[in-house]
Nanobody, 124 residues
């Protein structure tokens, strides 16, 4: 059974950093596409980053590429999203998702399984 569990969210002041985790079970994430998405209050969900396959090919949206870093630990079967220089506009629920490499697409826009999300609030 495929499961994804996000953690690491919280309340952070502007300029701070967070590392979000996405613990996977039921599959080996190094063989799949893992994407991070966020949904700000009142807005549509958007993809922010993706890491794919054994070559760990990464993708970032233009709005976050200078501040977000995606990574994974194959031994822990966990993906991460490091977020630096947090801004109030980064506030939202962050989700991780997965799909087969042949389905996910270049920016992981087509994902099959989703976690429940972790809330990030950036405020002073």
């Amino acid at each position: 059974q495929v499961r994804l569990a996000e953690s690491g969210g919280g309340l952070v002041q502007p300029g701070g950093s967070l590392r979000l985790s996405c613990a996977a079970s039921g599959f080996r994430l190094e063989y799949y596409a893992i994407g991070w998405f966020r949904q700000a209050p009142g807005k549509a969900r958007e993809g922010v980053s993706c890491i794919k396959g054994r070559d760990a090919i990464t993708w970032y949206s233009d709005s976050v590429k200078d501040r977000f870093t995606i990574s994974r630990d194959n031994d822990k079967n966990t993906a991460y999203l490091q977020i630096n220089d947090l801004k109030p506009d980064d506030t939202g629920v962050y989700f991780c998702a997965t799909a087969d490499l042949l389905i996910a697409g270049p920016s992981c826009s087509r994902m099959d399984y989703w976690g429940e999300g972790t809330l990030v609030t950036v405020s002073s």
